[in-house]
């Protein structure tokens, strides 16, 4: 029963992280992408999401390593990193959801991870805000 909350609980921050995620790369211009806005969802189906989340990930890191050689931004703190090692403690957390305390810790680390790589989305997400894309874009 505790993973089930762990779970559902892991669904539901999934999907606010995803959502400023597909925010983020709405911003960016169509020839930064090297992932849709809507390809983050399939993030949400389960299995293939163990999957998927890496691919993201990935290409996520590889948009906003377009947009700020583009855009000229400055940014401290790449996504690629914690981008890889969420989605790893999320495989981790997946994969051991039979097991109440190991799920429980890769929940922790999973949070954890996750809230540094929703820092730098969000981060990059402000500085694409505040910044006009170059013209042609």
Do not use: H
Not at 3 to 24: H, P, Y
Not at 56 to 78: H, K, N, P, Q, W
Not at 107 to 136: D, E, H, Q
């Amino acid at each position: 029963m505790p993973t089930v909350i762990l779970l559902i609980i892991a669904f539901a921050i999934l999907v606010q992280f995803l959502w400023t995620m597909s925010k983020c790369l709405n911003v960016m211009g169509p020839s930064d992408r090297a992932i849709s806005p809507a390809s983050v969802w399939w993030n949400l189906v389960p299995v293939f999401n163990i999957v998927w989340l890496f691919v993201t990930a990935i290409r996520f890191a590889e948009s906003v390593d377009r947009v700020v050689d583009a855009r000229g931004l400055s940014i401290d703190e790449m996504p690629r990193a914690w981008g890889i090692a969420s989605a790893s403690l999320f495989a981790a957390l997946m994969l051991t959801a039979a097991f109440p305390v190991a799920a429980m810790i890769f929940f922790g680390l999973w949070v954890f991870a996750l809230a540094m790589y929703w820092k730098c989305v969000t981060k990059l997400l402000i500085a694409l805000l505040s910044t006009r894309p170059p013209a042609g874009q």
